[in-house]
Structures are given as C-alpha cells and as structure tokens.
C-alpha cells in the first residue's frame, strides 16, 4: 500500500497561536500532542490534517504554499475574513487587483492565504480549504499525482490540479515562471503509512518518480525527501 497524505505541516515559532488560528478560522477541532505537537482536526475525521510544529524557519519571501479558502455565499466570505481579523490575521498587498474578488490575508506568522468569492466553479464541493495553491511546474504536479495517486482534474497550460478520488481539497501548481526556492519550505506535506508498510520499499517507489533524498536530515521511522521542485516532505509510519 502506498503513502496518504496525512498532514500539511507548518513550521513555526508560534505553533499553540497558529493551531488556535486555524482551528478558529475553519471551526475544526484543536487537539494537542507531545513535544508541542499542535495538530487541528478536519470535521469528518477523514483526509488531511494541520501540524503545527516548532521551528525557526525564516520567512525570506511568499511562501511557496497557501490556501484557497471558499465561501458559501458574500456574506460567507465577509463572515471568514471577520474571523480571521479577530484572530490575529491580517490584510496583505500581493498585486491583487482591486476588481478581483478574492480577499488576501496572513495567518499571525505571516502565511499568505486567500478567502475566494462565493461561486467559484473550480472550487465547488470541496469544503472549507477548497486547495493548497502551490507555486510549482507542471512536473512536480505529475509527480504528486502519481505519488498520492490522486487524478489529475486539470492540466492545461503547463498548470495542474490533483484532487482525492474520495474528494476534498485540491492541491495546484500554477505553472511557469516558478520563483526559485529560498531557503526551506514553512508548509510541507506529510505522508503516513499503516503500521504493516514497507517503508523503504515506499520510499524507492517515490524515488523512482522523481524525488531525492533531503540532505543531512534523519529520523527513525521517517524518511526525509524532496520533491522535482525540491519542496521538503516527509513519508514515514503513525507514532
């Protein structure tokens, strides 16, 4: 059995802020760990969770990562901002033109994410983080895609998009020109195996599609990786 997507992690110094944070902005449940483990809960207790973990990764730019939150209707979207205001968040100036509908924010350690308008096709269904907007080539989107073994539900101009067969959010790579990577990665994805996997078969198999082994970084159980765009993952066993 291959890898799931088990987590997008997000290194931070402020891990207990930003778990409160998002757990109050997307009303999913908080739930605390050892060792400052901040994780918040999806709804449904399927898919993907968020980590919060400690780190000092500087912010040297926009992070090659965000999320597209959706809105039900206007007064939705008017609804999430408020919330995230009240948190802690904050309006940013990313170039976004003043016609353009979509809200743009920053989580209290500066995490660019978007609040789109209500009615989005591309975004219909998928619940409250409708993607994770990634700035990345149309390479790395077959990578994860094979990896995950997500469909790709679209590949046009060298922009792609995979999605869960079972559903939920997208993950999207814009596409050309890519920004070059500066320093590590603050989002990263984290993926599981069940307890019976072969962990050095799965990590061969991601080897094979085009990820290489992350330099100087180690740990029992965990295998520490890179994708084609060289954004840091993990894959590893629960616990």
């Known amino acids: 059995m291959s890898s ?79 919330r995230a205001l009240q948190r802690g968040g904050t309006h940013l100036d990313v170039g976004q ?33 409708g993607a994770l907007a990634c700035d990345g080539t149309q390479e790395v989107g077959y990578f994860w895609s094979a990896a995950l073994r997500w469909p790709l539900v679209w590949d046009q101009d060298q922009e792609t998009a995979i999605q869960s067969p079972a559903g939920g959010t997208k993950i999207t790579w814009g596409g050309p020109p890519v920004a070059p990577k500066s320093g590590a990665n603050r989002l990263r994805l984290e993926l599981a195996l069940d307890a019976e996997a072969d962990l050095e078969a799965e990590t061969g198999r991601l080897l094979s599609l085009g990820a290489t082994r992350a330099p100087g970084e180690e740990a029992r159980g965990r295998a520490f990786l890179l994708d084609p765009d060289g954004n840091e993952f993990t894959v590893g066993h629960l616990g």
């Open 4 to 82: 799931r997507l088990f987590a997008i992690c997000f290194h931070t110094a402020l891990p207990v802020d930003l778990g409160r944070f998002w757990s109050g902005v997307l009303g999913w449940e908080l739930a605390a760990g050892p060792d400052d483990d901040i994780a918040v809960l999806p709804p449904d207790g399927a898919g993907y969770r968020l980590r919060f973990l400690p780190g000092t990764v500087p912010k040297t730019g926009q992070n090659r990562a965000h999320f597209d939150l959706t809105s039900a209707s206007p007064e939705d979207q008017r609804r999430t901002v408020a």
């Open 97 to 129: 033109l003043p016609e353009e509908g979509h809200v743009v924010l920053a989580d209290p350690d500066g995490n660019e994410f978007c609040v789109i308008e209500a009615g989005n096709d591309f975004l219909a269904g998928t619940g409250a983080v």
